[in-house]
């Protein structure tokens, strides 16, 4: 069961700032991952996508606009986005955040978004990512160790 309090990316961080790190260089070293959204039907869609973490403590993401992503995001704001795991390896872990993605509307916000990406690219969707669970998988030795974190908790650590 999801807590329902979420968090912003600065909260995750200020809660948890070791974890925070290890997650932000997963998603960090490669610019692509994957997406989980929840398709008009309830079943699951995945797609690529890339994270950008802004210097404001904000997990956002950007769609072509209208793409299949963003109208399930508009219908049904539940996300999972799973880390690039790199090239056969569990260097620096696996990570996953999973969420609701809230949708910028405001004009003037967006315009200054858009004025600082391509102009081939604008305009497009933009999402701020709401944080209700990370996990952090590594392998140490022979055994998965796995961290969990979601709001108003500790990290709760595990071993396989």
Known sequence: MHNRYMATWREFESAAPDMATGVAARFSAHKHHVLATIRKDGSPRVSGTEVEFHENGILRLGSMLDAMKALDLQRDPRFAIHSNPGHHSMDGGDA???GRAVELTD?????????????ELSPYNVFDLDIDEVVLT???GDHMHIDLWRPGRDIQNFTR
């Open 138 to 140: 590594s392998i140490v």
């Open 96 to 98: 996953k955040i999973s």
């Open 107 to 119: 004009a003037d916000e967006l315009q200054k978004i858009f004025a600082a990406a391509p102009p």
